[in-house]
């Protein structure tokens, strides 16, 4: 093939190929609709979509660890106890007049020791991470109870909680209560996305790979900038961008960078496809598991300052069932549960699906109870679905 | 004696791509003991699951008589209720169950759905009494050697009043003692009226026990023997077992060999769960540069086990030896100071060991390579697309493209995916095991023209193959194992599927 011609893809193989990860957001998308038609368009306004984010984020910051664990083929019960635990410890740095960020760059190092203890057992042991992380959920919520005294710790100032709820604003570009910041950090983020695409394009087709056709390309590219202009102009008419959605946003940016582009990404899918195949490759797989282990580890550091600074105090109850909407979070998101499959964005996916009806049914009064209910059913029906897509396409 | 309890007729057995079986006709006699010879891959246990209804009616084409009727099994099942019962090499006891639990697995009577263990308990005694295994019925067979969990297993056999009983190289993992007391024992069935079909690699044995002896090639049966009558041989079982046009033409290539870059000296690796018994026993070895070593020998002989052990002890709970790489002893403790050290291994299990069958065929083809495809730790996707392009089209791996996830791909694509890997990480010796097996005939030309152009190019590689015609075809120098020991060593020049068979079976 000549350098320069165009060569396309077939964009029924390319919507095939692609069917689990558009369906997922699809998915999304209808239920957003169809609780917006349930609460009369309360659930799209700014406040709430606001809200949505905040009450979520940690959970999502937690599905971003979980899916690197599931994707290497194990599982992380512990991240509850272990939120907790790094909650507390969190609180008792500030409490002790260390700064917000010594106690955020030292709640994570906590993390990542822990990871590190979990870690050992998991890789270098070589007990299976179920029970390593069981016995972790034990341990840490233990350790929380003792070193809480099993009374919740208040946090002193107002600047912790800034973390969480607080707002990233420029006060000159705030006119009228509506905060052009978010709008401004929105275009600039989109230009950005806009940019690497179109590069990345040029490049491709420099190579001589293969490339959507280019109406396919400009409707994606429309696409996800309704949807980045969307949430900024939402986040402007409210209180700015809040604080939280920024770290989300670069611990997804990273991670996914991570996983898609990385050796130790690649390594990563490897191991959790075929551990055998991928140790006789020349991986190091031991030190592959270790590694995602500390990194969920730290992960759940990050989660447990944001969310002790959401709730303003340390509670010794805290984090309880995050493990669970985390791993959710990644199956409603496309994993597999026998590894080597699965995305951060998906999990973020499966996070929002799972966020996004938390919060329509809060919002049409129908009560926690329910919420599980309907929850667990999605979780069943996502999870069929995908296997169910899996097996026609071919894929598993 | 001339009423058949076991009567095949015109068998045909296809699987895609291979035909298995081919026109097989066979009678067994009541009450003789009838073995069945041929090499590795002639179609022997094909036909014995065909007969003990693995593969069901339908499958198959030709007709199964046993016991005067012909046979419609579904499964296993269908086969031991007509009194037909076969012991697998691969022993197939319940490992955490005891004697007597495994003797009555699966068909013992209750009432009431509760079982009357004490019942069992006192038969079993009888069975065990009967095949010579003086244990505790209680006891737990994973406890026992494989010997007396072999007799076990011949112990359920009766228990279900077996009439026919098939053997699949049952002494192939005893010792001399132990196979000496099966063999006796089933002479005793014989005496006590059972058939028994025996497969087995160790000719002497069979010319020992047998009545009869088919000898099957290529999915054929060629031939028939009385042994006493026909005063069969060793040698005559042999020219019938290899006897076969060379229906492969490998490529031509100049024979440059250089100096030494690997030498093994008394390897002895240890198996991964017993951890006293030897696999491989004190191998001694080398590889030139430029050449291609093959290593033959029958299915156990513990040419792989070798193998993945001098990989970065990938095999076996520990070995002995001394590994000399370009001169330099050296200590491979993972497969990953292996390839540094500059060895490839290719798998004979693909779908297990070789690839990463949900992942694509760019991704299974670098994954060894990534390091050098990436720089910072990312990796850099043009070159690695470039590099499995590249690949896909010098070996000729037919995928719409290199986005194809590798599990959809044929047997001998996917061989070539392995090899690329393999090839694109680059190693001085290359370790290929079986790489044609279980792929169709052009494949296998193909596979060998991939590895003359490696050893031409000056690198080295280690072929083991089953296939004699392909070590003959392609090596410089043959290695023969048997048993876990290296029994030989025959040139180019002087190499005969004859002369492989004599030193790997008789010596």
Redesign the interface.
Known sequence: MAQGTVRSMNLRSMIK?NIRNYSMVMMLAVIMIAFAFLTDGVNLNSRNFTNIIIQNSYILLLAVGMILVIIVGNIDLSVGSVVAFIGAISAMLYNSGIGLFWTVVLSILVGLIIGVFQGVWIAYAKIPAFIVTLAGMMLFRGLTYIITNVSPIAIKDDEFKQLASGMVNIDALTVNNVYYTAIIVGAAVYLLYVLSEIIGRR?KIK?G??VPPIGVFLFKIIIIGLLIMGLSQRFSTYRGIPTVVLVLGVTILFFSFITN???????I??VG??A?????????SELVVFVVHVIMGGICGLAAVIFTGYMNSALPQAGVNFELDAISACFIGGA?TSG??GTVIGAIVGGLVMAAINNGMSLMNIQAPWQYVVKALVLLLAVYYDIYTRRKT??? | MSDYILEIKNLTKDFPGVRALDNVSLKVKRGEIHSICGENGAGKSTLMSVISGVYPKGSYEGKVFFKGTETHYHSVKDSERDGLAIIHQELALSPYLSIYENIFLGHMKTRFGIINWNKYIKESRHYLEQVGLHENPATIVSKMGVGKQQLVEIARALSKKVELLILDEPTSSLNDEESEKLLQLIRQLKAQGITCIMISHKLNEVLEIADTVTVLRDGKSISTYDVKQDQLTESRLIRDMVGRDLTTRFPEREHKVGEVVMEVKNWSVYHPDYHSIKVVDSASFYVRKGEIVAFCGPMGAGRTELMMSLYGQSYGSRSEGELYLFGKKVELRSPREAIQAGLGYVSEDRKNLGLILIQDVKSNISISSLPKLSRLGVVNTHEEISAAERYKEELRIKTPSIMQLTRNLSGGNQQKVALSKCLLADPEIFIVDEPTRGIDVGAKSEIYHILTDIVQKGKSIILVTSELPEAIGLADRIYVMNEGCIKGMLTREEATQEKIMHIALLN
């Open positions: 190929q490049s190579y790979f293969e582009n990385t050796v130790i990404g690649r390594y899918y490897a496809g075929n055998r195949s991928a140790k006789l490759s020349g991986i190091n597999s080597g499959i071919g894929l598993g």
